[in-house]
């Protein structure tokens, strides 16, 4: 059984970071897409990180680029997003998620972790 689950929000002051994990079981990154998504109060859920396929490359929101990246540990089945320079607007629930090789978009994406709330002040 596939299983997420994410951890690391808090509270920061803009310009500061945050790093999320997100620990995965019942499978291996290599087999599926993976990545990071948010959503906002009153929005709808966002792709913020996701990398589609094995050895493909990763992408990120325009919202996010250069500010965070995301990572792996293959051998503890982790992955992780770095934040830096956070902004109030990137105040959401953040939430790991896994899909088919080649899932580009969030509907595709089919197992979902429990969201961490991260909050920006300004």
């Known amino acids: 059984e596939v299983q997420l689950q994410a951890f690391g929000g808090g509270l920061v002051q803009a310009g500061g970071s945050l790093r999320l994990s997100c620990a995965a079981s019942g499978f291996t990154f290599d087999d599926y897409a993976i990545g990071w998504f948010r959503q906002a109060p009153g929005k709808e859920r966002e792709g913020v990180s996701y990398i589609s396929s094995s050895g493909g490359s990763t992408y990120y929101a325009d919202s996010v680029k250069g500010r965070f990246t995301l990572s792996i540990d293959n051998a503890k089945n982790t992955m992780f997003l770095q934040m830096n320079s956070l902004k109030p607007e990137d105040t959401a629930v953040y939430y790991c998620?896994?899909?088919?090789?080649?899932?580009?978009?969030?509907?595709?994406?089919?197992?979902w972790g429990q969201g961490t709330l991260v909050t920006v002040s300004s």
């Open positions: 998620a896994a899909g088919p090789p080649g899932s580009t978009m969030t509907i595709d994406f089919h197992s």
